[in-house]
């Protein structure tokens, strides 16, 4: 009881202070709740609501139950989830964040998986976008498209190996289940007759489905809305007010044998918070390339406070524990970033035997004239792990509570 007394204060004192430093610094709060909203209304809203509202409906017609009939000798013996794990994981590629914890949220209402499945799932199916990745960090930000394909890569292996190292948490995989038995099972009742009874069961009328996907659909868009507008502001007053340079000039002082770079410390703080402003931030930073690519797909990896405050609003209905999706995104950020240094290594050597592309050439000359540690990230990576386990550390003690 005394914990959560103290969590309960801390977390109205750190509040106290956000709404006094937005009396502060009225201009800058009110520009950055503005930028948040913008970017909500323009990119989010129109991309992501058609997605949930399509989601909601498959669900309700029992489409999802029909393709996890037909993916259920993949997923189980690889990833001890149902099929329906497929629809999530394949949605949330096509969507981004948080639209793979909204379906496995969903696909656990409706009893179509249980709890431990819902949670090796929830790993498995929390990714960032291609056009994400691609389009607003490789090309928008990074202002190199080829670049895209590689944090792309790396962000979905680590999630696949978050998937993979989730299966065998909550119990045995249940490797008796071959894919013998799963096809005999399927083979006595099609996938066809699975979705019909799926949706026999369901019985509410198309009009009313479609009704409840728009509401349901808005609700959950009005609070990403929310959590943007919320992490703009908080970011803003953390820059303007200098807490942020304190923060990063400390953290510098406190660990000088890893020789960080004030900057990079600063864009990885803003990362942590929100992913898009730090990978702003990060690119603006005088570092190798590697170290910056490392960073940043660490950044998606993990997904920023913001990101995963949707998650914990999205499922906090359900029986899921956030404190082990937290630290799996953790350690999703640390192996997208080390799929980021190897892979980094073949892309740069096939691209340094391509005479028609002089910059890729001379850029993997130069990675390959620092030494190991250089490469591994300029320390960056170390900088990661410390902040990693500090943030595994409140997420565990204050947010999982907060779920309860």
């Not at 680590?158 to 071959?178: D, E, V, Y």
């Not at 044998?257 to 730090?278: C, H, K, M, Y």
């Not at 920023?304 to 999205?314: D, E, T």
């Not at 003690?397 to 309860?404: D, L, Q, S, T």
């Amino acid at each position: 009881m005394l914990k959560k007394d103290i969590s309960a204060i801390l977390l109205a004192v750190i509040f106290c202070i956000l709404v006094i430093y937005i009396v502060i610094f009225p201009n800058e709060s009110f520009k950055a709740a503005q930028d948040g909203l913008l970017l909500w209304f323009n990119v989010v809203l129109p991309s992501l609501l058609p997605f949930f509202i399509c989601v909601e409906i498959l669900i309700g017609l029992g489409v999802v139950r029909l393709l996890g009939s037909c993916f259920q000798a993949i997923m189980r013996p690889i990833f001890n989830i149902p099929g329906e794990g497929a629809f999530a994981f394949f949605m949330s590629i096509a969507s981004g964040y948080p639209v793979g914890a909204k379906i496995t949220a969903s696909l656990l209402e409706n009893n179509q998986c249980s709890s431990k499945e819902a949670q090796r799932m929830l790993s498995l199916c929390s990714t960032s976008g291609p056009l994400f990745i691609i389009g607003a960090v490789a090309t928008g930000i990074l202002s190199s498209p080829k670049l895209g394909l590689l944090l792309a890569l790396s962000h979905y292996l680590s999630a696949i190996s978050s998937g993979l190292l989730m299966s065998f948490w909550g119990g045995k995989r249940g490797m008796h289940k071959t894919a013998a038995t799963i096809l005999s099972n399927r083979a006595a009742i099609s996938p066809l007759k699975k979705m019909l009874e799926y949706r026999e069961k369901d019985g509410r009328p198309f009009g009313m489905l479609m009704g409840d996907a728009v509401k349901n659909g808005m609700n959950l868009n009005l609070m990403i809305g929310g959590f943007i507008i919320l992490f703009s502001v908080i970011t803003s007053v953390l820059k303007t007010s200098g807490i942020l340079l304190l923060l990063s000039k400390s953290i510098c002082l406190l660990l000088p044998f890893l020789n960080l770079d004030p900057q990079a410390v600063s864009s990885l703080f803003i990362g942590l918070l929100e992913v898009t402003n730090g990978i702003k931030e990060c690119a603006l930073v005088d570092m190798p390339l590697i170290s910056k690519l490392m960073l940043v797909s660490f950044m998606i990896g993990f997904g920023g406070l913001s990101i995963n405050a949707q998650v914990l609003s999205v499922i906090s209905g359900v029986k899921l524990k956030f404190g082990i999706y937290s630290l799996m995104k953790i350690f999703q950020g640390i192996a997208a970033s080390i799929f980021t240094y190897f892979l980094f290594g073949i892309v740069g050597a096939a691209q340094a035997f391509n005479p028609f592309d002089a910059m890729n050439v001379s850029l993997y000359i130069r990675y390959l004239n620092t030494n190991f540690i250089t490469r591994i990230g300029d320390s960056i990576i170390n900088l990661s792990l410390v902040l990693a386990i500090m943030l595994l550390f409140a997420l565990c003690k204050n947010m999982k509570r907060a779920k309860v």
